[in-house]
Nanobody, 127 residues
Framework: QVQLVESGGGLVQAGGSLRLSCAAS????????MGWFRQAPGKEREFVASISRYGSITYYADSVKGRFIISRDNAKNTVYLQMASLKPEDTAVYYC????????????????????WGKGTLVTVSS
């Protein structure tokens, strides 16, 4: 069993930056592909970024490419999402997810069925 706990959300002005963290319990963190998804009010959950087990491969949604960076530290059981040049349309609850079977590429097109999800952290970008 893996528990995921997100942190780092908050209120930021447009153009600002935030770094989200997702801490995972357990001793097999490196076995999991990790990802970030988000859900804005009234919208479906959408893919943001994913990272392979050892961090060598990453994927991003077109809407965040060039502004967000996903990374992981397997020694700390933590995955990060560095967000820059934030826009009001980035406002959402951001969720961390982990899956032992999916590749980082597969996570781009799969928004359900992951092994584990965190409870989310709210990011609000004001204009």
């Amino acid at each position: 069993q893996v528990q995921l706990v997100e942190s780092g959300g908050g209120l930021v002005q447009a153009g600002g930056s935030l770094r989200l963290s997702c801490a995972a319990s357990g001793r097999t963190f490196s076995s999991y592909t990790m990802g970030w998804f988000r859900q804005a009010p009234g919208k479906e959950r959408e893919f943001v970024a994913s990272i392979s087990r050892y961090g060598s491969i990453t994927y991003y949604a077109d809407s965040v490419k060039g502004r967000f960076i996903i990374s992981r530290d397997n020694a700390k059981n933590t995955v990060y999402l560095q967000m820059a040049s934030l826009k009001p349309e980035d406002t959402a609850v951001y969720y961390c997810t982990a899956d032992v079977r999916l590749t980082a590429q597969a996570m781009v097109v799969t928004s359900v069925g992951m092994d584990y999800w965190g409870k989310g952290t709210l990011v609000t970008v004001s204009s």
